[in-house]
């Protein structure tokens, strides 16, 4: 059942009920959200530490690959703003790739990412990534199921020669509940300035739930590995998700001038790894 057999989208109160159930769907752990003050607070303070990552990155020629990945309307754009706020776009790029050109679809498939990969003195945060054949692609029947048996096997190898390039990888999936991914398309559909954001595919995820939970839970079996782990966000309150977020990666990079004061500490009930810690929350 889908989030959609339970509500009467002509019901004129249906904005209201589903305000009251999306905070906790998912199993999410917090009734409200962060107050904003204290969200832009500690948020200032992180950026400030970001601010220094970008120095060092440039300074030690590292080289460093941000991979964000979720459910439409979980948040992931939302996410790299905030870490990308006060950082130079000339060092910090964002990635966020269209669909494949005829040309890029006779290619290797990793061959279109592997173009946009930094080079030293560069941080890469991909707005989606390679993961779009664990995920949107086979969901919506634009790879074959031998393509995608094929991707999970070689993800894990393609990451592995990032990895051995000397090149740091960090991997976050944003999760959400059905009630809150539908309150943020019904806020998208009703914005002048959002209504953009909602596209066909958005549209066709709501009746897709469960083959989008299936696909992610394959893809995390095959590519959470030791080496190359998936960070989870729990991302009901885009404002707890990004300072967590934003928290593990400063508390995991051994860059000059950190303060693990400023940082702060990690909310357990916010982030973890790997499959245990997702189906804990749902």
Not at 102 to 113: K, M
Not at 129 to 139: L, T
Not at 189 to 194: A, P, Q, V
Request: aromatic share 10%; glycine share 6%.
């Amino acid at each position: 059942m889908t989030v959609l057999d339970q509500f009467d989208l002509n019901d004129s109160d249906f904005p209201q009920k589903l305000e009251e159930r999306m905070m906790n769907s998912g199993g999410y752990p917090y009734d409200k959200k962060l107050k904003r003050s204290r969200y832009e607070e500690e948020l200032e303070q992180l950026q400030i530490e970001m601010v220094k990552v970008q120095e060092w990155v440039r300074a030690k020629d590292e080289r460093i690959v941000i991979v964000f990945e979720g459910r439409d309307a979980a948040g992931k754009g939302g996410s790299i703003k905030a870490l990308t706020q006060y950082t130079n776009p000339r060092h910090v790029r964002v990635v966020a790739l269209s669909k494949p050109s005829d040309v890029e679809r006779g290619q290797w498939y990793f061959q279109r990412y592997a173009k946009q990969l930094p080079t030293q003195g560069e941080i890469v945060l991909f707005d989606r990534s390679w993961y779009n054949r664990a995920g949107v692609e086979p969901v919506m029947g634009f790879c074959t199921p031998e393509q995608t048996e094929k991707f999970l096997k070689d993800a894990p190898r393609f990451e592995d020669m990032i990895l051995d390039s000397g090149t740091k990888l960090f991997k976050f999936w944003l999760n959400i509940g059905q009630e809150m991914q539908l309150k943020r398309f019904h806020d998208r559909r009703h914005s002048r300035l959002k209504h953009w954001k909602l596209s066909p595919i958005d549209i066709k995820a709501l009746d897709k739930w469960g083959a989008y939970t299936d696909a992610r839970n394959l893809m995390l079996k095959h590519t959470h590995t030791s080496h190359s782990p998936w960070t989870i966000l729990r991302a009901n309150d885009k404002r707890r998700a990004r300072l967590n977020m934003m928290r593990y990666l400063l508390l995991n990079l051994n860059y000059d001038g950190k303060d693990e004061e400023a940082i702060g500490e990690i909310d357990p009930n916010i982030l973890g790894h790997g499959p245990a810690f997702l189906h804990g929350s749902e």
